[in-house]
């Protein structure tokens, strides 16, 4: 996310491959495989790292996981690279199954709520990674409550628009509390891209740049609108609050930020606003794969494009240069695929992408 106007840092010389970190602060080239984690509420309630969590650092991380029998999506993959910036400040967070299988049950016995939701999030930060870090952490967890609550109150079905915004002014309100404790946190904020992918719909609730595309039949369909300061809504209720959007080597809310919505940002409200545009799509068996990914992807690449690549990688048609390929087709090995792009195309962000597959790639 560009955020404030900084200097960018020299060009890196091209890179054969992206580099990952793991361990003890080893490079390696892989993808990290593992199983899909069963929990025991509504989310797993440990003090433990939520499951799937990637923590990136300055080199990036890159997961594969296959999805359990009951989980609505088959795959998913994604990676989270530094690219050109100075310093990382997307994060990503994938929880399969943020129903309880036991809760989900129960909830559906007496509504239409979806028996299984699977959680995939991307978080970019800017002005430092603090409040894309307490997202991670933070927000699926918020979610989870939202909709625990709807279940208790035996309500037939789940309003998604009020529970996401709630959940998003609800996450806004902690990164704002949180702005007491911690230096200078009332200057940071992070965009917020979820998507639920259940065996039914498929939600994706945005609040700034990043953005959803899915691939259905050949095509890509935006499942989301990007929040910039030019969009001719955003910038008319920019100015109804009495803000200013300032063409300032792009256009930007009071000539500063780059997105007309976001999590935190308190010093920038009520012109940056933390309330989400919510869409909800119904699955078909044409559905082929769902991408999320922070704007260092799309500034440099077309939705188009990014399906083209991704269904080539599914089908096994497209590998990466590295020094342990990964055989045969797979979610990860696209979103790694990508990631390598935006970077030869010249991006100068930090790039994360979640390739999530909903139909085996024909």
């Given at each position: 996310?560009?955020?404030?106007?900084?200097?960018?840092?020299?060009?890196?010389?091209?890179?054969?491959?992206?580099?990952?970190?793991?361990?003890?602060?080893?490079?390696?080239?892989?993808?990290?495989?593992?199983?899909?984690?069963?929990?025991?509420?509504?989310?797993?309630?440990?003090?433990?790292?939520?499951?799937?969590?990637?923590?990136?650092?300055?080199?990036?991380?890159?997961?594969?996981?296959?999805?359990?029998?009951?989980?609505?999506?088959?795959?998913?993959?994604?990676?989270?690279?530094?690219?050109?910036?100075?310093?990382?400040?997307?994060?990503?967070?994938?929880?399969p199954g943020l129903?309880s299988s036991s809760?989900?049950?129960?909830?559906?016995?007496?509504?239409?709520?979806?028996?299984?939701?699977?959680?995939?999030?991307?978080?970019?930060?800017?002005?430092?990674?603090?409040?894309?870090?307490?997202?991670?952490?933070?927000?699926?967890?918020?979610?989870?409550?939202?909709?625990?609550?709807?279940?208790?109150?035996?309500?037939?079905?789940?309003?998604?628009?009020?529970?996401?915004?709630?959940?998003?002014?609800?996450?806004?309100?902690?990164?704002?509390?949180?702005?007491?404790?911690?230096?200078?946190?009332?200057?940071?904020?992070?965009?917020?891209?979820?998507?639920?992918?259940?065996?039914?719909?498929?939600?994706?609730?945005?609040?700034?740049?990043?953005?959803?595309?899915?691939?259905?039949?050949?095509?890509?369909?935006?499942?989301?609108?990007?929040?910039?300061?030019?969009?001719?809504?955003?910038?008319?209720?920019?100015?109804?609050?009495?803000?200013?959007?300032?063409?300032?080597?792009?256009?930007?809310?009071?000539?500063?930020?780059?997105?007309?919505?976001?999590?935190?940002?308190?010093?920038?409200?009520?012109?940056?606003?933390?309330?989400?545009?919510?869409?909800?799509?119904?699955?078909?068996?044409?559905?082929?794969?769902?991408?999320?990914?922070?704007?260092?992807?799309?500034?440099?690449?077309?939705?188009?494009?990014?399906?083209?690549?991704?269904?080539?990688?599914?089908?096994?048609?497209?590998?990466?240069?590295?020094?342990?390929?990964?055989?045969?087709?797979?979610?990860?090995?696209?979103?790694?695929?990508?990631?390598?792009?935006?970077?030869?195309?010249?991006?100068?962000d930090n790039i994360?992408?979640?390739?999530?597959?909903?139909?085996?790639?024909?």
């Amino acid at each position: 996310m560009d955020g404030f106007l900084m200097k960018d840092p020299p060009d890196q010389k091209k890179m054969d491959g992206i580099r990952l970190k793991k361990g003890g602060g080893r490079d390696v080239h892989q993808i990290k495989r593992s199983s899909s984690s069963t929990t025991t509420s509504f989310i797993n309630q440990s003090n433990e790292e939520p499951v799937g969590v990637i923590v990136s650092g300055n080199n990036g991380d890159l997961e594969e996981e296959s999805s359990s029998t009951t989980s609505p999506s088959l795959s998913h993959g994604l990676v989270s690279v530094c690219g050109r910036r100075r310093t990382m400040e997307d994060t990503v967070t994938v929880v399969p199954g943020l129903l309880s299988s036991s809760s989900a049950a129960a909830a559906a016995a007496s509504s239409k709520m979806e028996m299984v939701i699977d959680f995939f999030a991307v978080y970019d930060g800017h002005g430092g990674s603090s409040v894309a870090t307490v997202c991670r952490d933070r927000l699926h967890r918020v979610l989870a409550r939202e909709i625990e609550k709807v279940s208790d109150e035996g309500n037939e079905e789940i309003d998604w628009n009020k529970v996401l915004e709630d959940c998003f002014l609800k996450m806004d309100d902690e990164v704002d509390d949180k702005g007491i404790e911690v230096a200078n946190m009332k200057s940071i904020g992070s965009t917020a891209l979820v998507a639920l992918i259940g065996a039914n719909q498929i939600i994706v609730a945005n609040c700034g740049d990043s953005r959803a595309v899915l691939a259905r039949e050949g095509v890509a369909v935006p499942l989301s609108i990007d929040h910039k300061p030019d969009r001719p809504d955003e910038m008319e209720r920019v100015e109804a609050a009495g803000g200013r959007v300032i063409n300032w080597n792009g256009y930007r809310v009071l000539g500063v930020l780059a997105t007309s919505r976001s999590i935190g940002d308190q010093y920038l409200k009520p012109y940056v606003i933390s309330v989400p545009e919510v869409s909800i799509t119904e699955r078909t068996d044409k559905d082929e794969f769902l991408i999320l990914a922070s704007d260092g992807l799309w500034d440099v690449m077309t939705n188009e494009v990014a399906c083209q690549v991704v269904r080539r990688g599914l089908r096994g048609r497209i590998g990466r240069r590295c020094s342990n390929p990964v055989k045969g087709a797979s979610a990860g090995e696209a979103a790694a695929v990508l990631a390598e792009l935006a970077m030869a195309r010249g991006s100068k962000d930090n790039i994360s992408v979640v390739v999530i597959e909903l139909n085996k790639s024909r």
